[in-house]
C-alpha cells in the first residue's frame, strides 16, 4: 500500500485510516531522490518474511498453505492472516506433534513470530505463545504498549501504553 502511494500518489482509504496520513504528511518533507530510493527498497530489496539459520520464521502476520511459506499461493496473505494465530490459540495443547489433527503448519518451523493481531483481542498485553507460535503484538497501534522481545532468552521489555505517552496522537487511538 505504501509503494503504490510513493509511485501514484494514490492511496486506499484504509491504509489512509491506519496511519496512512502521517505516512503521506512525512512524505511531503521527503525528497525526490529519497523517495526513488524508498521505491527501490520496497520493490527489490524488502522481504516478506525472514527464515533465520536456527529454522526460526519471522512473519507479519502468517501463512495459510500447510507445506509453508515457500509454497503461499497468496503471498499477500504474509500481511493479512490471522488463521495460523487463531489456529494456535484454539489448538489443544495436550495435542502431541505427531498426532494426525495437530496442524502441519505448527511443524515446518521451531518457532513463528507474529504480529497483525493484537493480544489484546484475548484480553493480554505481553507476548503470547501457542503451539510454536509467538505473538508479539500487544496493541501498541491502539492502546496497548510498544514490546520487544529477546527471541533467544523470551524476555521481554515493554513501553507505557502508547496512549498514555501519546495523548494527541491522531492515529488509532
Known sequence: LLLNYLKTNDYNQEWFKHGGQSTIDAYEKVSDATRLEHIDFLENQLKDYYLDEQNRLFIHAGFTNVNGIAYEYFPRLFYWDRTLWETALSLNPTLSKDNLFYPKRFTLYNEIYIG?????RIN???PINKACVWNIDTGAAFHGPLTILDVNTKQYWQSEPLSQLY??????N
Not at 497483525?116 to 489484546?120: I, K, L, N, V
Not at 495523548?167 to 488509532?172: D, Q, S, V, Y
Open 116 to 120: 497483525h493481531t493484537p493480544t489484546t
Open 124 to 126: 493480554e498485553t505481553i
Open 167 to 172: 495523548p494527541n496522537e491522531k492515529g488509532r
